[in-house]
């Protein structure tokens, strides 16, 4: 019998955690507790007080905001952990960071792995996400019947690290056709045009993406912006998509300045309001809403 843990029960983890709760047996830890005792009474899993609890298992799962606060939790989980435990991080991570922290741990008898994820809070919710599997291939067919409870997509994409850079590239692809559809259908309402007309023919065109396909659509038109996926967050990928930029040595003047422009709006806009919400600044610029 497989048991697993999964740590940090956000937007993501939370509808994850469900997943496997219903196929494994599954401790759930967060920082705030509320949310795991929430948990285990939706769900079934079980709520436990410690991070070192919540390493006695065969696989355990993190879904945080940053590899920094994945690393913070790494003593605590090393000090608990069964023999043969391994770490699959589903946090948007830092490439180089988790490398260290993977070697750090193997010497402390943990395997990390990184298992980024694409889909939104709808695809955790579905249990049909994508990941970008970093490690080793073995050790991704072992842990492959728990990725599935919540991953309609398993691509492995190198070695430990990997899954968080080709996560961090996907999002900042995200954030330039955020910001330049935002850009674009501002000046366009400005200048009077019907936005939704004009989004009809865009998305039957060549410009078209799931920016112009769903989110300005379904968050922006309506003008609800629903946070679930945070502006503090697109930012700290785009900060990461530098950083694998940078390594590689690859001149991104693009990624560049796509880092300030989305760091300038999560300051100006608000880091916890939804990503999307990052076209009201360009709505600003432009004199003129999207609707
Ligand atoms: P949320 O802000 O909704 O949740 C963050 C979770 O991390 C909470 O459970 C929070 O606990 C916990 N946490 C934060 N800091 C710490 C810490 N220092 N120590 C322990 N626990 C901590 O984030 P999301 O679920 O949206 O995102 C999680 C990761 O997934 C991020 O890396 C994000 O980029 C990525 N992601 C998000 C997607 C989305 O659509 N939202 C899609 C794909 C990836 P507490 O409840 O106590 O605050």
Known sequence: NVTVSFLGLGAMGYPMAGHLARKFDTLVWNRT??????????????????VAEAADVDILFTCLP?????????PEIVSGAREGLVWVDCTSGDPGKSRELAEWLSRRGVELVDAPVSGGTVGAQKGALTVM???????????RPALEAFA?????????GAGHAVKAINNALLAV???SASEGLAALA????????A????????????VTENLIPQRVLTREFPATFKLGLLAKDAGLALDVAREAKAPTPLLAMLESLVRAAARDIGPDEDHTALAKLLERWAGAQIK
């Not at 507790?33 to 410690?50: D, P, Q």
């Not at 309609?152 to 430990?160: H, I, L, M, N, T």
């Not at 989004?199 to 799931?210: C, H, K, M």
């Open 133 to 143: 599997y970093g490690g080793a291939e073995a050790t991704m067919e072992e842990v």
């Open 66 to 74: 940053t590899t920094a606060d994945v690393a913070s939790l790494a």
């Open 152 to 160: 309609a997509k398993v691509v492995r994409v190198g070695d430990v």
């Open 33 to 50: 507790r509320e949310k795991a005792i929430a948990h285990e009474a939706e769900f079934g899993s079980r709520a436990v007080n410690s």
């Open 190 to 197: 400005a200048l009077g045009v019907d936005v939704g007309a």
């Open 199 to 210: 989004l009809d023919v865009i998305n039957a065109s060549s410009g078209r993406s799931n």
């Open 177 to 179: 056709n955020l910001w």
